[in-house]
């Protein structure tokens, strides 16, 4: 890994809220169609495969893209690629939303996927290029909160736009929200333009990539962002076969997403203020995480709470240091390249732990499921406390 550039500035509160406002958009939109498709009778959702297509299509672009952009993001500056992004998410939204059909909706999912592979990426570039390392911890805990809002809020305001005028009305307000947020970053973020860096090959770049520095924290994100994703998806199933109804677990899951919002700016600030080392914090998240996990095993209401609560507070723990490691160990040159990678490194997590919960339940039952990701969480916990000298997690940046 190289060295960072120069400190940044403290950058004014005006500055960073429209970069909130854009991690809330990405998962607003993410969240807010995704839960509510399911529910909605019509054409263009006929059955589970074609539901299961419209959801996969805007991960997979994500996949795909974000390490695109995210190297774009270093080559051409970051706010052109951030204010493309929400212009070209405004767009997608607004495709639906004037169509109407089946086949545009697949268009506008698709379109919305890959919008947000330019803005996301950019965003966490932009919070860790507009803030000093000192200050990194603060800036990626407040902006994790407002995109942990958007999930939380996502399918409940979603279910009530679709309740009241169809998915319709649900894009319209997206394409609306994207368009809004693209004038107000356009207005108050200011440029940063690209540095300088030398050439990189595929090797360099694969190198940067499998550094420990690098690794570690990406490996927590992608650890983190797979019981999350593990803990919306299978806590209400659990719930259900405990005989607990959909109030109870819609809480549950609820408990969940709110934890994980509101640890995140308290976290952050601890690093910046020194009571907390990234390589402490990224264990004791994974180690927390693992514990909520293992909740998940327990029988009843008790169970699917305990394991909601710790689940979002590991997670709220290990998101905002996770980021902060990284921005404080690249290049500032390289810093899109980075976000971009680790933002692959959560959308594989996203996908890969319902996968392998998934598969391990088909086999035994759920409850070994929910053990096979706790032991995973508990291994990368303990390797990080192993290697806390810095070579895993928190490591200085090598020349």
């Known amino acids: 890994m190289t060295t960072p550039g120069p400190t940044a500035q403290v950058a004014p509160a005006r500055t960073m809220w429209p970069l909130y406002a854009a991690g809330f958009t990405t998962a607003f939109g993410a969240h807010g169609i995704a839960a509510n498709l399911g529910g909605f009778s019509d054409d263009a959702v006929t059955s589970l495969l074609v539901l299961g297509g419209l959801l996969a299509l805007y991960d997979g672009a994500e996949v795909v893209l974000k390490p695109v952009f995210g190297t774009l993001a270093d080559r051409i500056g970051a706010k ?12 997608a939204s607004a495709l639906y939303a004037v169509a109407d059909s089946p086949g545009w909706l697949w268009a506008a999912r698709l379109g919305q996927g890959a919008a947000a592979s330019a803005f996301s990426p950019s965003a966490s570039a932009l919070v860790a290029r507009l803030n000093p390392a000192a200050r990194r911890g603060r800036a990626f805990g407040s902006y994790g909160f407002y995109k942990s809002i958007g999930y939380t809020l996502g399918p409940l305001l979603g279910g009530l736009l679709v309740w009241a005028g169809g998915l319709r009305l649900l894009f319209t307000v997206l394409a609306v929200l994207g368009a809004a947020v ?13 540095l300088p860096k030398q050439r990189q090959t595929l090797v360099d770049l694969a190198r940067r990539l499998a550094d420990p520095v690098f690794l570690g924290p990406t490996a927590a994100l992608a650890a983190a962002t797979a019981a ?20 109870a677990t819609g809480a549950a899951v609820s408990a969940l ?9 308290y976290a952050g ?10 390589g402490t914090g990224l264990a004791a998240g994974l180690a927390i995480t ?16 305990l394991s909601a609560v710790l689940i979002g ?5 290990i998101t905002p240091l996770g980021f902060a490691a990284l921005a404080t160990s690249t290049a500032e040159e390289r810093m899109g390249q980075t976000m971009g990678a680790a933002e692959l490194g959560r959308e594989l997590g996203d996908a890969g732990g319902p996968l392998l919960v998934a598969g391990v339940a088909t086999v035994t039952t759920l409850t070994y499921g929910f053990a096979a ?10 390797l990080a406390v192993v290697r806390r000298d810095g070579a895993l997690v928190g490591a200085e940046p090598k020349d």
Request: hydrophobic residues 60%; positive net charge.
């Open 373 to 382: 990701l706790a032991v995973i969480a508990a291994a990368g916990a303990a």
């Open 182 to 194: 693209a004038l107000w970053a356009m207005a108050a973020v200011p440029v940063v333009p690209p």
């Open 269 to 278: 600030r601890a690093l910046d203020n020194g009571r907390l080392t990234t």
């Open 313 to 317: 507070a590991g997670t709220g723990l």
């Open 290 to 305: 693992a514990a909520g996990l293992a909740c998940a095993t327990l029988p009843g209401l008790t169970g699917v709470l």
């Open 257 to 265: 997403a709110a934890t994980a919002a509101v640890v995140q700016p």
């Open 80 to 91: 052109p690629v951030l204010l493309g992004g929400l212009v070209a998410f405004a767009v």
């Open 228 to 247: 999350l994703s593990v803990g919306v998806g299978f806590l209400p199933v659990s719930g259900a076969v405990a005989g607990l109804g959909t109030i």
